[in-house]
């Protein structure tokens, strides 16, 4: 259980940030109607993008009126928003969150993860449903480390909804695309469906910065384009359209010098290129990257004479001796820089969303994103680098 000091201290917070919020900025409001009310305390959650930093939470209190609840943020948080999620409190071991449902189609559609219009007044109308129990929900705690939570979901059904953006969200969001890797059977079905969402919403906030965040799990940037061609004009200008903008126009590989993990003297990310160079980002608290390395070992095996291939680090100073135990502890024989003294920048310049992240870098310099973990482009890194024979 949190402590009472932790518990005001929250409280202040939300109070703080409302109150300088509103001062400045012009406000937004998204009133729930939901026809019963069993809740004490109702928080509205949003989820910025702060690449190439990690997400960060901002919380205003929702204020109670009989069966309706009003919640009011300032419109300037909107263009970064990747999520609204509206919770009971940030200050209880078991979170409950309200989620919505909505038929579409003779289909049931629903999400806890929202995201609203941005407009003055937004009034969603809902009816009570029943309530999820979630045993096993993986969080972070302050220090980094994993651990599982029960967290409930009450789920209201739309009787009523002006808003496209909500439903917008509800429909890809029950689709469940791109979401992960898309396995190569489904990916050109995955591609279409987004791309008839994209027809029907073409204001979608959420779908923009959806194919924003995610453009990495897409094979080219050609299918990147495809998707991102039938959005309106307005969202193409959006601070997540210019994001894509940037993601497309950035095919070739820009170098960096950093410090080598061996000495700690400073050399290029690429020292050869004339040859393929797979560049992989990763860290060594990344699970994912570690179970990777089974098979970065055999490519290497296979294709070192025509492959020059390099890890980059994003550990920070905390955990950069980690990285350097991880090398020797798994004999890793390919070259290691780190990124250390200039992490944030390192993630931006190559638009690292994630690790594992890896780049083929051609002779010439252009370069595509690449993950050794899927089948086909694992194919298509042997094929590519064994024809320059």
Not at 19 to 32: D, F, H, P, R, W
Not at 114 to 135: E, G, R
Not at 236 to 245: P, V
Request: hydrophobic share 35%; with cysteine.
């Amino acid at each position: 259980m949190m402590s009472k000091k932790k518990v005001i201290y929250i409280y202040l917070l939300l109070c703080t940030s409302f109150i300088m919020y509103s001062q400045e900025n012009k406000m937004n409001v998204i009133q729930l109607n939901l026809g019963t009310n069993n809740y004490k305390e109702l928080i509205l959650k949003i989820l910025l993008d702060n690449r190439p930093n990690r997400h960060y939470e901002i919380f205003f209190n929702g204020f109670r009126n009989d069966n309706s609840w009003t919640f009011t943020y300032p419109d300037t948080l909107y263009n970064k928003n990747v999520q609204f999620t509206i919770q009971e409190s940030v200050s209880v071991d078991t979170p409950r969150y309200v989620g919505f449902k909505y038929i579409c189609n003779n289909d049931t559609l629903g999400s806890m993860g929202l995201s609203f219009a941005n407009m003055d007044t937004t009034v969603i109308n809902a009816i009570y449903l029943h309530t999820d129990t979630f045993p096993n929900i993986p969080k972070l705690d302050k220090n980094g480390n994993t651990y599982f939570t029960k967290t409930l979901r009450d789920s209201y059904l739309l009787t009523s909804c002006q808003d496209s953006e909500l439903l917008s969200t509800l429909e890809a969001t029950s689709s469940g695309f791109f979401w992960y890797n898309v396995d190569s059977s489904r990916y050109e079905t995955e591609v279409n469906k987004f791309i008839y969402l994209v027809k029907k919403y073409p204001n979608s906030h959420f779908l923009i910065q959806m194919l924003s965040t995610r453009s990495y799990t897409f094979k080219s940037k050609r299918d990147v384009q495809k998707v991102y061609d039938y959005f309106s004009q307005d969202n193409k200008n959006s601070y997540f359209g210019k994001g894509i903008i940037q993601y497309l126009a950035d095919n070739y590989f820009k170098n960096s010098i950093l410090k080598t993990g061996k000495n700690g003297e400073s050399e290029s990310i690429v020292t050869d290129s004339t040859k393929y160079n797979l560049i992989i980002f990763s860290a060594s608290w990344c699970a994912p990257c570690i179970a990777e390395i089974p098979i970065l070992k055999k490519v290497y095996k296979d294709l070192s004479d025509n492959l020059k291939m390099t890890y980059v680090s994003i550990d920070e100073s905390k955990t950069v001796d980690e990285w350097g135990q991880l090398m020797k502890k798994e004999n890793i024989t390919w070259r290691s820089v780190l990124a250390v003294d200039d992490v944030n920048n390192i993630r931006e310049k190559y638009h690292v969303p994630g690790v594992p992240y890896s780049l083929l870098v051609h002779p010439g310099g252009f370069m595509e994103p690449i993950d050794v973990r899927n089948t086909t482009e694992l194919n298509y890194l042997y094929k590519t680098v064994q024809e320059k024979k």
